[in-house]
């Protein structure tokens, strides 16, 4: 058994299979409508010291599938099956008192909006501190000073004054930034990351991103970085998922899915991105249609009402009645063959794409 270093510089046991392992999930949420099905179906491994980039359209299951990681969501409203290992230990059968002991410390967040995830009641230092102290057994000046470093090493000024501060008197982006602070404190083995940079500017998203990536060489990390922005995304990930209304259709490494993407969808995100060399007056091209309703989702292939290449697939109909799998490693879930999606995409998408 090897072992990793945290924050208090005292051995933290690590396994030695994937970091995180997530097996069938499915995520289902009892509404007054009916049972929505957030994520129906997914799996995937993140090894130590890689990044896995998730994208995908709002509402596709990347956020609903972190936060089932670190176990919160309320039990009263939400079903869960399936397997979820992180170094080796179950997270969907743990007990509250267990998850208490990860989170924060094992495994931490960057949740996408700051301002509902700081309280309004507490100093920022003092929340930055306080996981770091209940974590590492550190006293409230030891606390403070590692809230004050952290605080500085996110890019904000003054560092040990703002700390004294509270969120409302922080900018948007001041407010990301002391987010991103009190999730790194403790070093965590598994960084979560929904948008961490949304609210930031180009320079300051630059900083952070190279945070992370110094953190994760230091301590070995594992991160699971969510975006729309797939720049972003060939900058900070070594992986890449694709999600599409509640499950994977395709995955493989950031240069193989970013250079050669198989599936109709992820040639529908790359096409509608805009581009420096194209035209200024010239129109995006967004995927047609909307992502389907997670109460009562498609038949077949999810994918099948805004596809543009069912006509291709052999066997009519095919993509209505069956839903087509994703094997492991490089894949897409697509009915379409290896050859067809070859042929497509060099004659059809790359021209498009420049």
């Known amino acids: 058994m090897t072992t990793s270093t ?5 051995p933290a046991p690590v396994g030695t299979g994937p970091l995180l392992s997530v097996r069938d999930l499915y995520v289902n949420f009892r509404t007054e409508d009916g ?24 509402g596709s299951g990347k956020s609903v599938t972190n936060l089932t990681i670190l176990g919160l969501h309320n039990p009263m409203f939400t079903t869960i ?34 301002l509902t995830a700081l309280s309004p009641y507490y100093t920022v230092g003092r929340q930055i501190a306080e996981p770091y102290m209940k974590h590492n057994g550190a006293s409230k000046k030891e606390g403070w000073e590692r809230a004050v470093e952290m605080l500085g090493k996110v890019g904000i000024p003054h560092p040990r004054e703002r700390a004294r501060d509270y969120p409302h008197q922080f900018s948007g982006g001041m407010r990301q930034r002391a987010m991103i602070a009190m999730a790194l404190v403790c070093n965590p083995d598994l960084l979560i990351a929904d ?16 945070l992370l990536k110094d953190l994760q060489q230091e301590f070995g990390s ?22 599409y209304a509640g499950s994977a259709v395709e995955r493989g490494t950031t240069d193989e899915v970013l250079r050669a993407p198989q599936h109709p969808y992820t040639w529908g995100l790359l096409h509608s991105m805009p581009r420096l060399d194209s035209d200024p007056g010239g129109l995006l091209s967004p995927i047609p249609g909307s992502p389907p309703s997670l109460l009562n989702p498609p038949s077949g292939c999810r994918f099948h009402p805004r596809c543009g290449y069912q006509e291709r697939v052999e066997g009519r109909g095919r993509c209505v009645r069956e839903r087509p799998s994703l094997a ?20 059809e998408i790359k021209p498009r794409l420049g």
């Open 6 to 10: 945290k924050a208090s510089g005292a």
């Open 35 to 58: 049972v929505v099905r957030a994520v129906d179906g997914l799996s995937f491994d993140l090894e130590r010291g890689r990044t896995l980039g998730i994208v995908g359209e709002s």
């Open 81 to 114: 099956e399936g397997e979820i290992l992180l170094d080796g230990q179950e997270l969907t059968t743990a007990r509250e008192p267990e998850l208490e002991r990860l989170r924060g410390n094992k495994v931490a967040m960057i949740f996408q909006d700051p």
């Open 195 to 210: 948008e961490p940079t949304t609210a930031l500017d180009v320079t300051v998203q630059a900083q952070i991103l190279d």
């Open 222 to 243: 594992g991160i699971v970085f969510i975006t729309h922005d797939l720049g972003v995304i060939a900058d900070m990930a070594d992986d890449v998922m694709v999600m």
């Open 328 to 347: 492991p490693d490089r894949a897409s879930a697509c009915h379409l063959t290896a050859d067809q999606k070859r042929t497509i995409f060099i004659e």
